[in-house]
């Protein structure tokens, strides 16, 4: 490596030509590094629009159902947002001490070693992002179609169809441009919100009205039945799902301008703001359709744009579907990113570490997240897939965060520009505890079956990353798939920024005395 030039793009101009074959040739930047344009506004749209989904606008009545009354569900969505907001203060810790993309993984990994790392990379790679993908993408096309197929379901491949091109724009919007993703993140972000707000306002106009019967004390904490503490904590289970997401910044902390400033800003703007809406939007749902009307409900945010929208009813099918269109971009976003990390970290192929030249973005991983999606989409057993993976979710979050203890533990003087108390991890670990053995106390099989896809990875690790010694067939065959995904993609290694990673990782120390892109001169 000459000076500060990285050797990784200079092969791009042949040793050898004549002039006029330079001229044609792009320019080349110099570095080619992960772009930070993700700036304040952009990370908190990023939490906010990978929190607000479709699951407020289709299906709160989880928390009703178990919680057995209105006022219980509303103090369950409040105390759900206190939860997210004690995981995010911890995640904001280990965003501004270990500044790596990749989330749950890079600390995880930093912590407590490879395999660990590996096994939640695995799960999140094989199962947990494609097919949550898979699902929002389905209740994107469901929506869009819902006016064409008024009295019946929409036609399998119909949505099918819609939902793989829908995946494919927005993959090729997230190659072109990190700028342009994020943008498509911060518009639909607002779309959601004023969505919401409409909601929020129509059943604030009915509260003023006179329509809050349900919500005075005495009726809204009138039991039919008393909940027992499982199904409390199921109704936390189901609010703590429509809060899922809240930990999606930390997969693209090398992108953030001023991590140690906007991370933990970003963070502490969007948990409150969530939790403030979704209180108000469940307040007006209840202002408007009895518990019983909000149970038999399969979309509740539908039910109540035609209670009370009357002919404006459709812009709540409309608003469910430009939710889950932004949903769908930041779960590209963040997902690839997480792809990006495990292969620079040597746990996955390192072509999935390289970014194009010139746009500076992950195309080799956002192909990949892409292609696992449409595959799931194929098999159609998106929904059973879901609940195997969610309970690896819950397990990800509580090994992170008790991950923060050990490493305070391990390095007491290492420097951390937020330290929080120790009162917030400890009142998290407790409450994931408890719905951890929950979960596997009601739901067992689900719960041995996602552990079941977590090991299997075990296997894959010892054989694919520990196995340094493989026969060299092997590495010849990846390295040639590695030039020609690289002559396909005009994707090289990404520079180091040593402000931002004072320890390189391994794959940056194997590229530095060689050129990473040989292969496309």
Known sequence: MDGQKSSSCSIFSR??????????????????????????????????????????????????EHSGSVGLALVVWVLGGGIAALGS?????????????????????????????????????LIMYPTTLAVIALTFSSY?????????????????????????????????????????????????LMALGLIIMVGLVQIFNGNYEALTPQVAFSLDRTPSVGQIALAFLQASFAFSGWNFLNYVTEEVVEPRRNLPRAIYISIPLVTFVYTLTNIAYFSSMSPEELLSS??????????????????????????????????LFTSSRLCFSGARE???????????????????????????????????????????????????????????????????????????????????????????????YSEPVVCGVGLVIMLTG???????????????????FIERATHVGQRLFFVVFPQIDPI???NPPEWAERSSGRSSCSAIS
């Open 89 to 125: 203060l911890c995640y904001a810790e280990l965003g501004v001490t270990i500044p790596k993309s990749g989330g749950d993984y890079s600390y995880v990994t930093e912590i407590f070693g490879g395999l660990t790392g590996f096994l939640l990379l695995w799960s999140a790679v």
């Open 298 to 331: 399969n979309a509740v945010a539908v039910t109540f744009g035609e209670k009370l929208l009357g002919m404006f009813s459709v812009i709540m099918p409309i608003s469910v579907a430009l939710s889950t269109f932004g949903g769908i971009n930041g779960y």
């Open 144 to 192: 869009v179609l819902q006016p064409v197929f008024p009295n019946c379901v929409p036609p399998y491949m119909a949505t099918r169809m819609l939902s793989a091109t829908c995946l494919l724009l927005l993959t090729w919007v997230n190659c072109s441009s990190v700028r342009m993703a994020t943008r498509i993140q911060d518009v639909f972000t607002v779309g959601k």
């Open 15 to 64: 040793p050898h030509g004549t002039a006029t074959e330079a001229k044609k040739k792009p320019e080349i930047p110099d570095r080619v590094t992960l772009k930070k344009e993700i700036g304040l506004l952009s990370a908190c749209t990023i939490i906010i629009g990978n929190i607000i989904g479709s699951g407020i606008f289709i299906s709160p009545k989880g928390v009703l």
């Open 458 to 476: 075990v296997p894959v690790y010892f054989l694919g990353v520990h196995w340094k010694e493989k026969p060299k067939c092997i590495y010849s």
């Open 346 to 440: 040597g746990h996955l192929p390192s072509l999935l570490a390289m970014i194009h030249y010139k746009n500076c973005t992950p195309i080799p991983a956002l192909l990949v997240c892409c292609t696992a999606t449409v595959v799931i989409l194929c098999i159609g057993e998106t929904h059973n897939l879901i609940n195997y993976v969610s309970f690896i979710n819950y397990l990800s979050y509580g090994v992170t965060i008790a991950g923060l203890l050990y490493y305070r533990w391990k390095k007491p003087n290492l420097y951390r520009p937020i330290k929080v108390s120790l009162l917030v991890p400890v009142s998290y670990l407790m409450f994931w505890a408890l719905l951890l053995g929950f979960s596997l």
């Open 500 to 502: 931002e990673i004072t």
